[in-house]
C-alpha cells in the first residue's frame, strides 16, 4: 500500500458520519448478517449504521465477531424501537426492495442512487437507506414513509438478496460516485510504455534475427509476415522493461540456435 | 412477480454457461462462502462454479445450505486439482485482488470488466474469473496466469471484501450490462402522469375552494401563494389516481370546514 493510500484510507476513515449516507437494518434477525453488513460498510467508506429492533437484541457478539476489522461500526451502531423513531433526522429516506410494492414512488438503480446521494449529502442533506429483515423484506408501512425506493436488477428467478449483500452494492456504488470509479491502483501509471523508438529498435532487433534463421519464407509474404507479427506486440502495450526483456528473449533464441548449430 | 418477469426468469435461467462467464473459486475455505458466492450468481444470472481444490473437500453440505435457492449451481459445480486445469478452456481470464501485485497487467473496475465479458462472449468467446482464498487472496503464481486484474475501488483502510460479496460485485455489474440497467420494475410505465387538463383542473379546483376560505391574503401576493402551492403538486408527479385522491381530500375539507361553520 502506498502512502497515497493510506492518506486517502486515512481520510475516508476520518469522515464524519453526515458526509455519507447512514445504513438503517430494519428488524434484522441474524448478528452475522448485520456484522457483515458494517464489513461491506467499511469496505466502500460507510461508517454510519442504525439498527430497528433486532431481532437478537443488542449488543450482539455474532455481529462483532463477523465484522472483521470493522467491529467499531458494529460498536458504534445506534438502536431505535421503530423506523420512524430511526429516521426522524434525515432529509430524504430510501428503502431498498426486490418486489414491486405497488406504491407509487420512484424506483431507482443503486448507482442512480449513489448519484443522487453524493448531490444530496453535498449540498448538506442527511441520506438514509433502509434495508428490510432477511427473507421478508420491509413491510409496506416502512416502505410508505420514504421518499423512493431502490430496486436491483436482479435475475426475476432468484431476487432475493443477502442481507450483507444488498447494503455490500449500495455501499459499493456510493464508493464508485464519491471517490471516482478507478480501481484503487493502476499498473499504467507506474510503468509507462516504452517509447516507438525503444519499440521499433526491438523489432529491427527482431526482424535482422529472423532474416538470420530464414523465417520469411515465401519473401513476398515478408511484408505482411512483419506486420501481424509486430502487431502482437503493439497490442502488448509493451513498457521499456518489457522490451529489454524480450530483447533478451530474442538473442538467448538466436544465441542457443547458433550454438546447437555449431555443436 | 409479472408475466413478463416470470419468462425473462427463466430465460436467464436457461441461458446456457457460455453465454455467461464463469466463477472460479481458487481454494476457497468455508462451505458457507461457497454456497453464498453461489447464491449471488443466481441473484445475477451467472450459472457455471469452477472449484479449485477446495479446503474442505468436495461435496459441501454447508454449501448447499448457504445456496438456499441456487443449490444446483453448487451441485454442478466442476471441481479441478490446479487453476491450470481449471481455466483450460477460456480464452481470456480474469483475476479479482485488492491489493496490487507488481504484475505489469491491465487492472479493470468490475464494470469495465462487465462491459468487455459481455462484448467477448457475444463474440463466441468463453471467459472465467477468479477469486483467491478468504483472507490471503490469490497468489502471484495464480495471478500470472491471468490476462488482467479485476479490482474493486475499496476503502484503502478496509481492503478486505468478503469472498462471496467479490463474487456479488462482479455478477452484479455483469447483469448490469448484459440486462441493462433498469430496475426491474418500474410504477411509472403502470401510472402514466396525469394528463395537463387533469391537473389544471384540479388545480382550478383547489383555488376555487381555497378562495372561498379567503386564503389569498393579501389579494396581491395571490399569484406568488398560487404558483408556489401548485408546484409542489406539480413536483409529485401526480398521476390520474393521485388528482382524484386529492379533489376527494380537498373537497372533504372544504366540505367539513362548511359543516363546521354551519354548526
Chains 1, 2 share one sequence.
Not at 450482539?60 to 460498536?75: F, L, P, T
Not at 449500495?170 to 464508493?175: I, R, S, T
Not at 509474404?221 to 513498457?239: C, D, E, S, V, Y
Request: charged share 20%.
Amino acid at each position: 500500500m502506498t502512502d497515497h493510500s493510506q492518506s486517502l484510507g486515512q481520510a475516508v476513515t476520518a469522515r464524519s458520519s453526515a458526509a455519507s449516507p447512514a445504513v438503517v437494518l430494519v428488524r434484522p434477525q441474524m448478528g452475522e448478517n448485520i456484522g457483515m453488513a458494517a464489513r461491506a460498510m467499511a469496505n466502500f467508506g460507510l461508517c454510519e449504521l442504525r439498527l430497528v429492533a433486532p431481532r437478537d437484541g443488542w449488543p450482539n457478539q455474532k455481529a462483532v465477531d463477523a465484522a472483521v476489522g470493522a467491529a467499531s461500526i458494529v460498536e458504534r451502531a445506534r438502536v431505535f424501537q421503530s423506523v420512524r423513531e430511526a429516521i426522524e433526522d434525515f432529509h430524504k429516506v430510501f428503502v431498498t426492495t426486490s418486489r414491486e410494492r405497488g406504491q407509487a414512488k420512484p424506483v431507482l438503480g443503486a448507482d442512480t442512487l449513489a448519484r443522487e446521494t453524493v448531490e444530496r449529502i453535498a449540498n448538506g442533506q442527511r441520506i438514509g437507506i433502509l434495508f428490510g429483515p432477511e427473507r421478508t423484506g420491509l413491510e409496506n408501512d416502512d416502505i410508505a414513509l420514504a421518499d423512493a425506493i431502490v430496486s436491483f436488477p436482479v435475475n426475476p428467478a432468484h431476487p432475493s438478496l443477502n442481507l450483507a449483500q444488498a447494503v455490500s452494492l449500495v455501499a459499493y456504488e456510493w464508493f464508485k460516485v464519491s471517490q471516482g470509479a478507478a480501481p484503487p491502483f493502476n499498473i499504467g501509471h507506474e510503468t509507462p510504455p516504452a517509447t516507438r523508438d525503444v519499440v521499433l529498435g526491438f523489432f529491427a532487433h527482431l526482424e535482422a534475427e529472423l532474416d538470420a534463421a530464414n523465417y520469411f519464407i515465401p519473401a513476398n509474404k515478408r511484408p505482411i509476415m512483419a506486420r501481424n507479427l509486430f502487431n502482437i506486440f503493439h497490442r502488448a502495450g509493451l513498457t521499456h522493461q518489457d522490451v529489454q526483456t524480450l530483447r533478451g528473449v530474442v538473442r538467448a533464441l538466436a544465441h542457443g540456435r547458433k550454438s546447437r548449430a555449431r555443436s
